[in-house]
């Protein structure tokens, strides 16, 4: 596969009705929520999760090639004897004699390194006497190093900047964060259940809660750069996977949660530029599709996203057309 040969910019819409669409843990699991402006936000690695997920539960079913298609950041399940579920283990044992080599195999083999780049720490095996000298060292025993022979340097297999860049999304208005009280007809451990027994409940039950958003619409920016998918060998095909990903991973492999709810992306604009650095900033482009997107008159707080007006994908193809000509246009998997 040859990589993309044009820049890509991308204004992905999403909303979220009656969910919680990405808790913030060092809030009790909130939704995120700009505390100046009430607007919500999600992180930019909320999205990349969903996509590696879609990509990894949907191998089999697409019949993708593993060996091309593989996720790396994902969950690993403890499985035998021999601990293995960690990532310096994937990135030592890849084929290769060298750091180079084993770079080049990670990003052929992984769809989510040659998407969004990685830190790969490390790429040889540890030599079991640095953790030993590492522990002495800490303790104040710069002498060791000299132990045993020292330790063996471990190798690094560097840094793979990703073509594909996300930014946090913002939703268009406030959102409310409102929390809900819940009862479990069930307790966890017996010292829960003799506790409510000698206070002569009786049913064993209990107490939680759950947080939503009644109704937000995102506005999330992505960026594909030419010069990145040329070190990756990011092609068209890993380009309309992404697409695909970000279209379905609300129903697809396991984006589909309690806490998701209803989610759901109405539109995304894909800016195709002509060549590989472009004709303009991606600002003003994302401004061509955002300053006509508002809430309707008559809806004070939107809880569907037919309550906003959103320019139709032929609107912003004219506009394109009469500003850039050919130089820039709406590419077909924009929908």
Known sequence: MNPIQNRYDFLYLFDAKDCNPNGDPDADNLPRIDMQTEEGLTTDVFVKRRVRNYVYDTNPLAKRDINQYDIFIRERPFEGEVVTEYLNYYISNAKGNTPKERKQSLINNYYDIRTFGAVLSTGGKEDVDDDINNKLIEDGDKSSSKKKGGSKKKESAGTVRGPVQFTFARSFDKI???????????????????????????????????????????????????????????????????????????????????????????????FRHNNALGHESSKKLFDLVEKKISLKQDKKFPRDVSDYLIPSLDEVREELQRLYNDRISLDDRSW
């Open 176 to 270: 409310s964060q409102d929390e809900h009280g819940i009862i479990r007809v069930a307790v966890t451990t017996e010292k829960e259940a003799q506790s409510q027994k000698k206070n002569d409940r009786e049913y064993p039950s209990t107490i939680g809660r759950k947080s939503t958003v009644p109704y937000g619409l995102y506005r999330m920016y992505g960026f594909v750069s030419v010069s990145d998918a040329i070190k990756t060998n990011f092609s068209e095909d890993d380009l309309s996977l992404l697409f695909e990903a970000l279209r379905n991973w609300f129903d697809g492999g396991s984006g589909h949660s309690a806490s998701k709810g209803l989610m759901h992306s109405p539109n995304c604009f894909i």
